[in-house]
T-cell receptor, first 111, second 115 residues
Framework: EDQVTQSPEALRLQEGESSSLNCSYT??????LFWYRQDPGKGPEFLFT???AGEEKEKERLKATLTKKESFLHITAPKPEDSATYLC????????????FGQGTELSVKP | NAGVTQTPKFQVLKTGQSMTLQCAQD?????MYWYRQDPGMGLRLIYY???????DKGEVPNGYNVSRLNKREFSLRLESAAPSQTSVYFC??????????????FGPGTRLTVL
């Protein structure tokens, strides 16, 4: 059974304090791993897709990496506007286009 | 280009009432999805439509029905609402015509409370 586990559930950082969010997954055939950002009261907003181990993607202060068992979302020198819930999801070749989501990591960055 | 739109944004129902959540996308996407999001549970797939004219059950379909009205619109119906259906509902769409187009784009959500 496909499974996605994110840790930590919540993370509090000071502005400028770099850290990483973890997404561990179990899937029979990985088609893609997706990272989304979700602000309170809004829908998930797409950030990255990773397809194979070793792949990396960057966007501003965010960098996503992928291994065969997990993905990391590295946040470098975060700002208060980076505060949000970050969602990880996997797509299984054997499950069509369906996404399996983790529970998310709620990030709070204090000035 | 509005992307994915959902109506209504908020709704309060009494147990046993029925309602339909509407979703539309203007990106010419083939596939559409309905999710519910509950605290501590993450996003869970209710139903999806891989293409116009087809629908399939997801992880939590009980108590719901869907209609793919045309390529743009995908509605979710609660026939007899229950308090357990209190949740935030998200619609998403994607066009799985190639690996770089499999991203799901989400609407703003409908916040439903069943009393």
């Amino acid at each position: 059974e496909d499974q996605v586990t994110q840790s930590p559930e919540a993370l509090r950082l000071q502005e400028g304090e770099s850290s990483s969010l973890n997404c561990s997954y179990t899937v029979s055939g990985l088609r893609g791993l997706f990272w989304y950002r979700q602000d309170p009261g809004k829908g998930p907003e797409f950030l990255f897709t990773l397809y194979s181990a070793g792949e990396e993607k960057e966007k501003e202060r965010l960098k996503a990496t992928l291994t065969k068992k997990e993905s990391f979302l590295h946040i470098t020198a975060p700002k208060p506007e980076d505060s949000a819930t970050y969602l990880c999801a996997v797509q299984d070749y054997n499950q069509g286009g369906k996404l399996i989501f983790g529970q998310g990591t709620e990030l709070s960055v204090k000035p | 280009n509005a992307g994915v739109t959902q109506t209504p944004k908020f709704q309060v129902l009494k147990t046993g009432q029925s309602m339909t959540l509407q979703c539309a996308q203007d990106m010419n996407h083939n596939s559409m999805y309905w999710y519910r999001q509950d605290p501590g549970m993450g996003l869970r797939l209710i139903y999806y439509s891989a293409s116009e004219g087809t629908t399939d059950k997801g992880e939590v379909p009980n108590g719901y029905n869907v209609s793919r009205l045309n390529k743009r619109e995908f509605s979710l119906r609660l026939e007899s609402a229950a308090p357990s259906q209190t949740s935030v509902y998200f619609c998403a769409s994607t066009s799985p015509s190639g690996r770089f187009t499999d991203t799901q784009y989400f609407g703003p959500g409908t916040r439903l409370t069943v009393l």
